[in-house]
């Protein structure tokens, strides 16, 4: 492998081969570390100069490793990394907003390029650590950030990049996608298939921002900010997870025709405004997200040149992110040979608001047990036309102990009606609960 190729040399930038150093080898690290290891000398080919992992930092260095490496590359002050002058490219792979973004600050700050699949870091500090990048002309790179093996990020801001992004929606978050999908296909438990996630290395170190949807809130931020060249604020977001599903819920969407999926939506408004929101949804079976099941993510683009482009992958684990990061450090190899790293900026340059939910205008599918005797369906009705919602269908499910248990499908309204309805309707003397509300998607 010869070294640097002639008349490639980057701008202040004359080196011989490309040290990296990497923060974190769990999950993703180990992913990472291990596919440069596997495909060393394909990659060098590629970008066209030899690479180094210089050192790699980690908390326990007893830990028994899913990769091998030489215990002396190991140290548990990330100091050696980020203020190590030989060191080109950190790797930030340690997860949360403390201390990664602190060190990411510190690795830009000393001139490094930053790749980081920290969807938490980048949804909630991005802007700050993207000045600063632009600041140096610096590569900050974060394809692993959304969706593990997707490539997304980098074709929204390249090659998809002349569209006018009408909307972007996405099952964006494997662990429970995988959950989702083993209750529907296997009547699986809840709590059995979150632990079997956990133990693919699909889960967050807090398993809560999966099934509480904060991941999903995190990458469709991301992704809505890319799409609409506007910042989003993490807490404009509206977000529901998965913990209300029941298996009812899910025989019912089915007998129904639909399938049940967190999904991530970022929607065009008007010039203005945008939706950006993350819940459970029911699609019908032949939406384009329907089949996507397991860890697998899918992510459907609308643009006004391109019309609809689908992307499908893996959206967790060790090898996808792995695969998203590996792809990243060698585009950073690339900008570094060519003198061209901090090409390309942060594009929110236009403010837009986030509608609110209570504003948007959705389906929605509604599940109540009643007591089981006339008259009960039309007390329900009258109260959802009062509130001006229409009614697409209704089904009388199980009977049992003189309850029934209702499910209804309404036609479009603002979820702000839905709520004053759902009001009247717990108050019903006939009513005994609402067991869910899920909205519904075309
Ligand atoms: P893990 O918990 O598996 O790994 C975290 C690693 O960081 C561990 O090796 C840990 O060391 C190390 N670490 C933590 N704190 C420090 C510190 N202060 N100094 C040095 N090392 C530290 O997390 P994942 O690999 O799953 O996730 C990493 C990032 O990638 C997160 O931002 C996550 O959101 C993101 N991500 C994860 C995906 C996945 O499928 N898991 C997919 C896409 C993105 P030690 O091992 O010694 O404890
Ligand atoms: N915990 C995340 C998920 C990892 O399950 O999708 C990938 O970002």
């Known amino acids: 492998m010869g070294g640097k190729m002639s008349g490639s040399a980057a701008e202040g930038w004359n080196k011989e081969r490309v040290e990296i150093g990497v923060l974190g080898l769990g999950v993703v690290g180990s992913g990472t570390v291990q596919l440069l ?18 050192r790699i930092a980690v908390r326990d260095l007893y830990k028994q490793r899913a990769v091998t490496v030489d215990r002396a590359l190991l140290t548990t002050d990330a100091g050696e990394i980020l203020d190590d002058p030989d060191i080109d490219i950190v790797c930030e792979l340690i997860g949360g907003v403390d201390p990664a973004k602190e060190f990411v600050l510190r690795a830009l700050r000393n001139g490094k390029q930053v790749v980081t699949a920290n969807k938490e870091m980048i949804a909630k500090e991005g802007h700050l650590l993207m000045e600063e990048a632009s600041a140096r002309s610096l590569d900050f790179q974060f394809e692993g950030s959304v969706a593990g093996g997707i490539p997304i990020i980098q074709p929204m801001k390249n090659a998809l990049a002349g569209n006018r992004v009408v909307e972007v929606m996405g099952i964006i978050n494997g662990t429970t ?17 979150l632990r079997e996630a956990q133990e693919h ?20 931020a991301i992704l809505a900010s ?13 977000v529901e997870g998965i913990t209300g599903i029941e298996a009812a819920d899910i025989e019912a969407a089915r ?26 949804a029911l699609l019908p079976q032949s939406h384009p997200l ?36 590996v792809g990243d450090i060698m585009d950073v190899c690339r900008n570094l040979r060519s003198g061209s790293t901090g090409r390309v ?3 929110c340059f236009e403010h837009r608001s986030v509608q609110p939910i209570a504003e948007v205008v959705t389906r929605h599918y509604l599940r109540m047990t009643v007591e089981d005797r006339p008259k009960v369906l039309a007390a329900i009705a009258t109260v ?33 009606r839905v709520v004053q309805a759902l009001e009247e309707i717990v108050r019903l003397d006939v009513v005994q609960s609402v067991a869910n509300w899920i909205r519904v998607e075309a």
């Open 37 to 54: 290891q596997r495909n060393r000398a394909e990659i060098e080919r590629k970008i066209g100069i030899p690479f180094r992992i210089k």
């Open 177 to 193: 996608n995988y959950i989702l999908t083993k209750m529907s296909q296997e009547r699986a438990n809840f709590g059995d298939v």
């Open 201 to 220: 290395g699909y889960a967050e170190a807090d398993p809560t921002s999966d099934i509480g949807g904060f991941d999903a809130q995190y990458k469709i």
């Open 226 to 238: 890319i799409a609409f060249t506007s910042r989003v604020h993490v807490q404009d977001i509206y």
């Open 255 to 280: 007998e129904l025709g639909y399938v049940i999926k967190l999904v991530g939506i970022a929607r065009r408004v008007d010039d203005d405004r945008m939706q950006v929101r993350v819940h459970p």
């Open 290 to 325: 329907a089949s996507t099941n397991g860890v697998y993510n899918a992510v459907l683009v609308r643009g006004d040149s391109v019309g609809d482009v689908m992307f499908y992958g893996r959206g967790a684990g060790s090898g996808p992110t792995g695969s998203a990061v």
């Open 345 to 347: 900026a942060c594009t």
């Open 384 to 416: 959802l036309g009062e509130n001006d919602i229409s009614i697409e269908s209704v089904v009388q499910k199980a009977t049992h102990s003189g309850l029934a248990e209702i499910v209804w499908v309404t036609h479009e309204a603002p979820s702000l």
